[in-house]
């Protein structure tokens, strides 16, 4: 059969569209608490989460967590920890003994521990997937519950590069033996300020 044959008969057999469902979001509590439901679903997928009461407090607490770290990139301006500098043309290649990544989330969401980063907040897009440990910073006026809401947030952005975040990169495919740092990093920190 040739190309427009296949393509003719797929048209023609095509199910009818179904209007998506609508959604209640009432259904949702209203008087849940973000931070806590945030921090109890992202250690749930084996990332860690940490209160601070200020934005100074973060470089300290890096350096007790990661006290081994050299290679730092650091994207957030209130962290002096960075000792290797990104912008556009940095070769991805270059960051691949990186052992520590600092991004500033966009978004938080309760529901499932996510954090919303985009190519704005880190220039090279291979960076929170490269390090060896990623830390994300948010803003509790920035945490959501639910991914419709996110999603009503998002929509409204200019249409760049994001990705959600939950948890360090895993997988238990392969002979159900899970494997921490797969695809990215081996350990997730979430500073919420």
Excluded at 57 to 74: G, Q, R, T
Excluded at 162 to 188: N, R
């Amino acid at each position: 059969m040739s190309r427009e044959s296949i393509l003719k008969a797929v048209k023609k057999n095509k199910p009818e569209s179904l209007p998506l469902p609508e959604i209640d979001l009432g259904i949702f509590e209203e008087n849940i608490n973000l931070v806590e439901t945030f921090i109890g679903n992202l250690n749930f997928v084996g990332g860690r989460a940490i209160q601070l009461n200020n934005i100074t407090e973060m470089d300290a607490e890096i350096k007790k967590l990661y006290p081994n770290a050299s290679k730092i990139v650091s994207c957030v301006k209130e962290s002096a920890l960075g000792t290797i500098s990104i912008d556009k043309e940095t070769d991805p290649h270059s960051l691949e003994d990186i052992d520590l990544a600092i991004i500033k989330g966009e978004l938080a969401v309760a529901e499932n521990g996510a954090i919303w980063v985009t190519d704005q907040d880190f220039t090279i897009r291979a960076l929170p997937f490269i390090t060896n440990d990623l830390v994300l910073v948010v803003s509790t006026n920035d945490m959501y519950l639910h991914m419709h809401h996110v999603y009503e947030a998002i929509a409204k952005r200019d249409r760049t590069f994001g990705v959600f975040i939950s948890g360090p990169s895993k997988t238990a495919d392969i002979e159900q033996c899970l494997v921490v740092g797969a695809h990215g990093a081996m350990s997730l920190t979430v500073f919420i300020v």
